[in-house]
């Protein structure tokens, strides 16, 4: 299906002024390891978002892995960490590399994302910290819920990574935690490739992370006061060579640094056409099929979500018949595919049917599918998608 797709999920997100950018670049024959240019982007990145530090990796689960790596630095002996069970699945396999317990909470339909009562329903003593998923750039970010983390003095990790742009109360989705991640994946809203990106207002996380995405290595923070006191701990080592935790290469490189620079700069405007996108596809679609009351205040959509009112099967099977008879590339299930407690690496751990106890996210996963948004798209492209999805009902 995918590149006979007359819709595709994404469409050129590569422009030709980013290959320009690119050719330009490497003309200079330049560093393309890991250099100046991703120093440039992490500075233009954190400044966009509104941060004090951003560190540049190869990917959104790399920006997942790291922010939970941190939070074992923290807490040596885990915990228990809040996830939504309607997520990626690196949201939850770096709480379970990292040894912590993870627990599940179910979404609201008007976000996409957990509801905060029920996540302040699940906080206890063991808990460490909630790790929120921002799904198809909706907010479920509630002052209820900030109050109280910051009341029990619980940490907040945001994953933005379908979400750039988003926004809570005016001030973008990924400021409120003690991290935040992105991804820079083709399909996003913005794309370096593969890519990602940690964000941070501590400084004393900002050097970790550096030393984390980095085989563990100190050298990699650029702080000769830093360095010193560790090299004085350990003499018979290396300066070059001195392993602070047990640590992968999670780098990006300067190519990656490039096409961050380049596409920033359209990212506001491709939101900004998006949200249109989505608003004039919510107003055609039919409200007595799909379901359409979402959370609309700051929201960044990339996707087109279609949710059955009607637990229907066959209903469904129409539209994705529709779909694929008009060569409208989807997703079914939205993020991750729908309820990630039914997949292999947790259903043998859960066991007895636990991902029944998530019901919206069990209605996702039957009755819910996402297709492309993008800049591109025109009125009527628009109004044909909306055609095609509601002609299941005639
Ligand atoms: C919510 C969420 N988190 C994390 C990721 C992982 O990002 P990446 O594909 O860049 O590793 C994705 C991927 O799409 C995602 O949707």
Not at 209 to 226: C, P
Not at 294 to 323: D, E, P, R, V, W
Not at 327 to 349: T, V
Request: hydrophobic residues 35%.
């Amino acid at each position: 299906m995918k590149s006979k797709s007359l819709y595709p999920l994404m469409k050129n997100n590569i422009s030709n002024k980013d290959i320009e950018y690119v050719t330009n670049f490497l003309k200079k024959k330049p560093i393309l390891t890991q250099s100046k240019q991703v120093l440039k982007f992490e500075k233009i990145w954190s400044k966009w978002l509104g941060v004090k530090y951003s560190v540049f990796v190869n990917s959104g689960a790399s920006a997942n892995l790291l922010s939970i790596q941190l939070l074992k630095l923290k807490y040596p002996k885990g915990g228990e960490v809040i996830v939504p069970a309607h997520t990626w699945s690196s949201d939850i396999s770096s709480i379970l590399h990292c040894g912590f317990k993870p627990v599940f909470v179910d979404i609201d339909f008007q976000t996409l994302g957990m509801n905060s009562d029920l996540i302040i329903s699940k906080i206890n003593k063991n808990t460490k910290a909630v790790f929120i998923s921002y799904i198809l750039g909706f907010n479920c970010l509630t002052d209820k819920l900030l109050k109280y983390l910051k009341k029990k003095r619980i940490d907040l990790i945001e994953d933005v990574c379908e979400s750039h742009g988003a926004t809570f109360k005016n001030r973008k989705l990924g400021t409120f935690g003690w991290t935040s991640n992105f991804s820079f994946y083709y399909a996003h809203h913005m794309s370096t490739i593969e890519g990602g990106m940690i964000s941070t207002n501590d400084k004393k996380a900002y050097y970790d992370l550096l030393i984390l995405r980095s085989h563990g290595l100190i050298r990699e923070v650029n702080n000769l006061s830093y360095q010193s006191t560790i090299k004085k701990k350990y003499k018979d080592l290396n300066s070059q060579f001195i392993f602070k935790y047990p640590a992968y290469n999670l780098r990006n490189n300067e190519i990656g640094g490039i096409l961050g620079q380049s596409q920033i700069k359209r990212l506001n405007k491709n939101i900004k056409k998006r949200n249109q996108n989505h608003l004039l596809f919510l107003k055609k679609l039919n409200k007595n099929v799909f379901f359409t009351q979402y959370n609309l205040k700051g929201h960044s959509n990339y996707a087109l979500n279609l949710i059955l009112k009607k637990k229907s099967k066959s209903l469904f099977k129409k539209l994705t018949n529709n779909l694929k008879y008009n060569k409208i590339e989807y997703r079914i299930g939205s993020a991750g595919g729908g309820n990630q407690l039914r997949q292999p690496y947790l259903r043998d751990i859960l066991k007895n049917k636990y991902y029944l106890n998530f019901p919206n996210t069990e209605h996702l996963h039957f009755y819910s599918l996402y297709i492309g948004n993008y800049p591109e798209l025109k009125k009527e492209q628009i109004e044909f998608l909306s055609n095609v999805c509601n002609s299941i009902s005639k």
